[in-house]
């Protein structure tokens, strides 16, 4: 019952299949071998589109050398409060970015509003000096809180920024859990809504380690090759990145494996409202599953075996002996797992 | 034959085994598994002393990351005109490093002496503040042009060092080759030489991707954490690698490794000495080996199928037809590619 | 009637004549004439503690420099949301702070409150490297909304960041405001109260070009003359600098200067309060007046030659034809142009 | 007899009345002021073509942000090794420049020669990440060893580095010197020879505190105001500065006071050659004088009052008890330093 995070998972077995593969042979160093140049042309299959990839070792880099790509001499980089990029990155972006910095932005459900974004936008005016320059929003998705952003709502966001002369990030962490949960393409998510370059994670969906940076906007993809290289972050032996990249396209394994994560938090979401113990904490739509149970219930559901750890209350009020908690389920998350938590949780 | 770089090999089956079985089960992230946690007890033993230990993505993140924590504001670095640090990185250590500096000294066969360190760090008065002040010594083991510094070399050096003020990195990228060609344990090539911080590399010698900083001197290690998670070289499956550093140091695979790999080197150098098309550009002593044929020659060779890349002539004066070639020898090189080269350099 | 900032107006006699007496000798560069040689004990002697003092060239070289020796990897400062650090600087402390972060905490009349800081305090635990590590606290005397802190909320504030071991900093651009203004010597509303390092301004208040470091906790002093030197903030002829300070503080010349301009302030807002055109914004403290009018008459205003900007109202509700405006009194402000721009207003 | 450089000597009466002239009035801040506004014109006239200029405080600020102006990430900046960005600035491009590196290029005479500049940037093939891209060719103009680059020899380098896709930088900390020992134009010597940007200082030739970047490539101050702002080198009171700069050109005011410093200097270079105790220790141009004597001579007259500080021999062979010195001739140089100087010379 290991519902603390979908990296604390293994790796699916097609995956380790693939390293095995690589292992077994030669290759060229630094991006050189076969399955290293063939990732721009899978890519750009997948996003129907040109695109350019930089496989990298970590969200964190992806995120902070993503938006170092857009950044600008006293730049600003607008994202949520929530972002993963203000709260668990360590200032990375400040460091790859050159001294790029965060503005954050409130918004319930981990999401942006566009009056907020466009208020902030206006705060700033172009050439002065001592505020600083605008050069990229971030987007989350799906978001810190769980929750999708519609098509509507990227496409409106994405407006007011390339309006403003800001290029567009998406830290696509768990972008396969939001494309498996909607009725979007890859393309559709991205590029048609505004989104000029995206992290695309998937160490946390079934892979070992694998990240990656898609640029669709070719002008941000002049800087990486040197970013990445400065950072560390260009492996001597990224055929072993690239090809799980390929296993994980392969036959949409990223998407079923991500539709199965979605189902077993659905399984969790439905068990938790028939609960008299357990609410809601706040409607999600992907993995991941926010509720609200006292703080002797949770703890008691750790000593019986169940894991998964407490989490910011952001605007919700609790009672004194209540906490917000948060169950991520992933690819390799059983049915069993689900139900004998839920079951678990019937008996408090 | 394939003699690019040891970075071109494979994995080591016991190095993917180790991934395989780390894949099938679920584990603590950001280093929180029990393998992450055994790192440092295992490294301890290793070296005879206690030691933390950092692992990261690459060689670079390594390099950049360890100076890093030896930097000082203004602060200044010496290594070797042609260590990898200063030609390879892409300027890593100065972004890492909060614009950290290098200062190059020459030194024939990739090794610095001892003169010159003392007489640059007297180049340096403390204090002085439009100089700088210099942080560190890098030194790097086995060095670029495959040779070995002796102990009482790295004493001597690491000495002056640490006189002068300055915390003394080893480039251990291929420790692994210099330990096996020596007769010198882990603990005397390094901190009993008075190595403060080291790079040791695990991928070059048969892993996936599996680098380290080990810190011997414990004020080196306090910012560390923090370093490496700004840049993004906290991985969220960190298990991964230190699955690859458990099995890479079982029953001295490890060494056997490098071993492998230096005889090869030893077979082709033995090889070249019998040549009258090849000579051997300057002597080395692990798995580079470095030689000197014509231009015409090389690329025969190519054509015939054997790979191998022309590198920096430094010092040597070449007849203009020639060129130096650097052949790099594997875990995974076999005695039967060696003599099939050696073959075709007989009929040249 | 100039009111637009205390940056506008022209510098003193008595600093005047220090530069013309010291352009007519020559003199130690970098620091080392006899003028720049005093300047320690200067300070000290003003701040009845040993200190050491590092001239700069601007307002935003002493922050972003101070905050620079309190600086951490993955570092984080707070302040105030309003504050001159966050608003005005372009990314300065991230620059010379080699990614140093600063997180906001808002509270009214400019002025942070303990329990918010302390709650900010609370929410990043020691060692967990995702957040970051908290590095120092800054607060502004006077602060950006033209308030004072009392020494009990300074001494409160500076407390909690004691202990949880931040260093306190003080921007104090306009201290001398604050001191002439409040019942306290130097000492006391500096390190007596917690202040480990101070951004100590003299531009703003009569000087040609005078800012300056002023260290009370030496171990901060470590590496900043190398901070200062690489930020190009140690300049050749900082004599000139140091002269300015001497007259500065010759006779209370800094007090004198900054009273009077309080007082014409006093002047401003004692007008405003009988007026039923205009209305204070909130009240404040020092040199500077914030006032809510009629944006038609603020412009009419202007019209007849009163200089003044609108200001961001922060957290009043204004009517739709309304604006806030901040009117800044200095060390030439007359009495005549206080009288004269409130006979306009009388005239409204 | 104050010999140890022009940047000990005080300021010109006609600089110290520009300081007092606006000190008189208010004005505009942050470089919007009349005096200010007039900059760029003013510059314009002087150099023949539209230019922008930026003041700032120090003569490392000037280099360090415009050398920041054409960084790239993974950039390089070649240089000679004697240059001031090296030696004398604490790394101060690394920092304005986002870890931008300087590379190193030997030669006689304070002086890069062209082979010497093409081999290098050969050795730097576009789109190798490893090795870093090159951004830029600083060449210091008069050279730190107090030589002139004839218009022929700034030509050859600039048109090599234009070649090869580099921005062309020039220190001219020491320009007028330069230009007043030359027949040729401000704009021959920098734009019409390729220069790009330049470091105009003004500082050590009669200023209190005066320097500016000049750009005359426009693309090249796009991030400048920017990467000026977040350095804390745009001044409040910069008006102060551009008052200077005033005063500096008008009536030639610059070229008078820097042909008077070379003159003195011509003056000594002439003594020393009739000289059986001092020899030149190479040939030099400007106001700067490289001399070779006894040790104990040195001594002897620093104890008469002469007051001049040893140098770095350089490739320069002494006898064991000899030494070099480096003489600065200034604007307030007089006739009769120089006289008394060379009779004490001539009484050794």
Redesign the interface.
Known sequence: M?F??D???????D??AA??E?????????GSSPVDLALNRRFSELFETDVQVFP???????N??AL?ACG?????VLCHSESHVE??????V???G?????R?IDGPGGKMQAADLAATIAAFPK?H?????LAALSLTQMSEAGTFYSLDELRGLAALAADAGLAVHMDGARIANALAGCDASPADMTWRSGVDILSFGA??NGC??ADAIVVFDPSLAR?L?????????????SR?IAAQFDAYLNDNLWLKMAGHANAMADRLRAGFSKSAAVRLAWPSDGNEVFAIMKTAHHQKLQELGAQFASWAPGPIVLEQDETVVRLVASF?TSEEAVDQLLALVADL
């Open positions: 290991q603390n995070s990296n604390w998972s293994g790796a699916h077995p995956i380790v390293i095995a690589e292992a077994a042979r030669d290759g060229g160093a630094y990298v070792a970590s969200g964190t880099a992806a902070s050398l170092a600008r001499p006293g730049g600003i709260i668990d990155e360590c200032g990375a400040g460091l790859q050159d001294s790029l910095r965060l954050l050439g000096v001592h505020a600083g320059q160490t946390k070992v380690m800087t090759p040197f970013l990445r290289m400065r950072a560390g972050h260009l492996l001597s032996k072993f390799n």
